[in-house]
């Protein structure tokens, strides 16, 4: 099976400010990495796909980047509604995998 | 707009049997491949099984072969898991989440996710 790891597994920021949040990937997945929100309580949220394709109605404050084994999320200025956790998720084989996780929370 | 609605879950003794379902509304149901998609409490997520658009091919994590069943009704617009010899271990939330790519096999994109169903496996 792949594994997927992120990191930071948490931190602590402020509205306005830039977060990139990183995914690896334990072998090449090309292209097929996604990126999920999801807020307390709630289901996960799709964001972009294939790495840099953003999901339709996601604000484009919200960027992907990466192939191979390394991923990238950016959130360029932070919003107070982007406070959740994010997780990556390969979908290049099965099992579909994802990573542990990432939670921005407010400093 | 497109929703999905998990139902069935609940409390039940290990070894026991669950039948999960998800309806669909607004959207072809029958054209997408379906998953299901867990979380134990507290926990990451984890694909548990997937099944294309017309029924033809399934797949399922390891940790559920040969336990858990996943089908569908495109006729009445629902995804089904059969959960059988349930473990303590299969306690989390259930959602069902429909696959990004229409009328193909399963692209592992997960566009429309329910709310989730509980079911929590305990003596």
């Known amino acids: 099976d792949i594994q997927m790891t992120q990191s930071p597994s948490s931190l602590s920021v402020s509205v306005g400010d830039r977060v990139t949040i990183t995914c690896r990937a334990s072998?090449?997945?090309?292209?097929?990495l996604n990126w999920y929100q999801q807020k307390p309580g709630k289901a996960p949220k799709l964001l972009i796909h294939?790495?840099?394709s953003l999901q339709s109605g996601v604000p484009s404050r919200f960027s992907g980047s990466g192939s191979g084994t390394d991923f990238t999320l950016t959130i360029s200025s932070l919003q107070p509604e982007d406070f959740a956790s994010y997780h990556c998720q390969q979908s290049y084989t099965t099992p579909f995998t994802f990573g542990p996780g990432t939670t921005v929370d407010i400093k | 707009q497109v929703q999905l609605m998990e139902s069935g879950g609940g409390v039940v003794q290990p070894g026991r049997s669950l039948r999960l379902s998800c309806a669909a509304f607004r959207f072809t149901f029958s054209s997408y491949g379906m998953h299901w998609v867990r979380q134990a409490p507290g926990k990451g997520l984890e694909w548990v099984a997937s099944v294309w658009y017309d029924g033809s091919n399934k797949n399922y994590a390891d940790s559920v072969k040969g336990r858990f069943t996943i089908s569908r009704d495109n006729s009445e617009n629902t995804l089904y898991l059969q959960m059988n010899s349930l473990r303590a271990e299969d306690t989390s939330i259930y959602y069902c989440?429909?696959?990004?790519?229409?009328?193909?096999?399963?692209?592992?994109?997960?566009?429309?996710w329910g709310q989730g169903t509980v079911v929590t496996v305990s003596s």
């Open positions: 989440a429909r696959d990004w790519e229409s009328v193909a096999g399963t692209s592992g994109v997960f566009d429309i």
């Open positions: 072998q090449t997945i090309s292209r097929y």
């Open positions: 294939l790495a840099s």
